[in-house]
């Protein structure tokens, strides 16, 4: 009779654990729930179009760094027929 007893407690406070994890998995949820709520009256067209902006600002800054890498390219190039020419000696 006392080992029922026992495994009826055993069973009981099982139970309790499991009503409380459940009962904190839906606190969980609502929480969320209410996060995305406060979330879904946002305007976001201020920030696309910002983003919008700074997409056409990075697409200007790639076209630069496109002409600085020819430029450097050119450079190089003209450092090279320099340091040709100063070796030979038929054209001093």
Not at 16 to 30: K, N
Not at 70 to 82: A, F, H, N, S, Y
Request: hydrophobic residues 40%.
């Amino acid at each position: 009779m006392l080992d029922k007893l026992k495994e009826n407690v055993g069973n009981v406070i099982a139970l309790i654990g499991v009503v409380g994890t459940i009962g904190a998995g839906f606190t969980v949820y609502g929480q969320m729930q209410e996060q995305l709520n406060s979330l879904s009256g946002l305007d976001l067209n201020p920030l696309i179009k910002e983003v919008g902006q700074q997409n056409v600002k990075i697409e200007k800054q790639n076209q630069k760094i496109a002409v600085l890498d020819k430029t450097v390219q050119i450079l190089e190039l003209e450092i090279k027929e320099l340091k040709a020419s100063s070796k030979n000696p038929l054209a001093k």
